[in-house]
């Protein structure tokens, strides 16, 4: 396994990387084919779900069950593979490892690092790629970007940006992303300002409307924050590779009541988005072939549909679901 660079190295340009197989390889194709999207500007064809290792998944799967989940998420076809270092403090990527040595040429492999210290956010990805028994990561987003303050500390000279940069040059990093939970805005300024490749972004049927502005960026305070009308489109212009998640809103939205919607009818709007990658916790086995029975036969939903949809679950879910997400952090 190839060892990570230091910050020194990485600052001075050291050579790293994959070796030519490793990056010529192709894998093969899954045993049950879902319909699969262009991942933005990687150029890189993903299949339209993926397998989501957060809390959904190390809080309710033992190390050898989890293992199981996530061959049998493979061999059904869903080979977009999401985690974090702080999902399980390195659990959930350990799980995968242990798949990962032996299947990982199936695998599209997109992890996160949420450390702001540009020496330690590089530490923390060697104990990735260790975790993970791999060489390189398809996928390295800097994780649950907060606030525009946030995003000045990612910025700084010699900050975190510039190192994965670094990576994604000397190829340890194949493609470079960012993800926000709850606030829209300065992921829309990190998408306008910086050379990002995805997005990674909540999106459901309950987080949309208009939302007002003030100067181009700031939002009216009583506005409700949608990362459907803020992000999405600053994504789209630069042709980044966009990931949807929390398209349940944690299992809040989903049941048969008045204000609230089946899972199948939610996985629809947000693969109805112009996005490429919906991301799906399952905490259930029993979820993960139904969630990709309904990914294999989707059909796009009619614009009036996802605004009657949009509407309906707004208009009881919205404020709880915004606040909900300004305190959410899936690493349990």
């Not at 093969?28 to 959904?56: E, H, M, N, W």
């Not at 992303?177 to 998408?191: E, V």
């Not at 029993?286 to 029975?293: G, V």
């Amino acid at each position: 396994m190839k060892r990570v660079l230091t910050r020194r190295q990485v600052l001075a340009g050291t050579a790293v990387g994959l070796t030519a197989t490793a990056l010529q390889a192709q894998p093969p194709k899954p045993t049950a084919a879902l319909p699969r999207r262009i991942l933005g500007r990687t150029g890189v064809s993903v299949p339209i779900l993926g397998f989501g290792s957060g809390s959904r998944f190390t809080n309710f799967y033992t190390d050898d069950a989890g293992e199981a989940a996530v061959r049998q998420a493979l061999d059904l076809g869903i080979t977009y593979l999401d985690t974090a270092a702080g999902y399980g403090n390195g659990r959930s990527e350990t799980i995968y490892g242990r798949v990962l040595k032996t299947r990982r040429a199936e695998v599209f492999l997109a992890t996160k690092n949420a450390v702001r210290d540009t020496d330690q956010a590089l530490r923390v990805f060697e104990q990735s790629l260790k975790r993970l028994q791999t060489d390189h990561v398809d996928l390295l987003h800097i994780h649950n970007l907060a606030s525009e303050e946030d995003l000045a500390r990612l910025e700084a000279k010699g900050g975190v940006i510039e190192a994965f940069y670094k990576l994604r040059e000397q190829k340890v990093v194949r493609a470079l992303g960012m993800t926000a939970h709850a606030n829209p805005y300065p992921l829309k300024l990190a998408i306008e300002r910086h050379d990002l490749d995805c997005v990674q972004m909540a999106l459901n049927a309950a987080l949309v409307g208009v939302v007002k502005y003030e100067g181009g960026y700031k939002p009216d305070p009583a506005a409700p924050r949608s990362f459907e009308t803020v992000a999405l489109p600053a994504a789209r212009k630069k042709n980044l590779g966009i990931l949807a998640m929390k398209v349940f809103g944690q299992g809040h939205l989903v049941g048969d009541g008045s204000d609230t919607v089946s899972a199948e009818t939610l996985l629809r709007y947000a693969l109805s988005l112009p996005i490429a990658v919906a991301v799906v916790g399952m905490q259930d086995t029993a979820m993960i072939p139904q969630n990709a029975a309904w990914a294999r036969t989707f059909t796009p939903m009619a614009e009036a549909e996802m605004k009657a949809l949009s509407g309906r679950l707004s208009a009881a879910h919205k404020v709880a679901m915004d606040r909900f997400l300004a305190h959410h952090e899936d690493v349990c």
